[in-house]
């Protein structure tokens, strides 16, 4: 399957708390990436997002 990779910036306005942190993240700009993969056996272009993730700065 043909994979692609889309990285863009987030932005919170106010602390967010995710799923499976212990703290909340605080306001700011946050580096996501999502994974896609080709859904193939259609006559167009198209991909399904397969994975995202969120890189946190150490502090």
Known sequence: ???RTKH???HFNAPALLDGL???LGAGDYE???DEELI???SW???R???TFITIPQH
Do not use: D, K, N, Q
Request: no cysteine; net charge negative; hydrophobic share 40%.
């Open 1 to 3: 399957m043909t994979t």
């Open 8 to 10: 863009r910036t987030v």
């Open 22 to 24: 212990e703290s909340p």
């Open 32 to 34: 996501l990436s999502e």
């Open 40 to 42: 193939e056996g259609i």
């Open 45 to 47: 272009l198209a991909y």
């Open 49 to 51: 997002r397969v994975a």
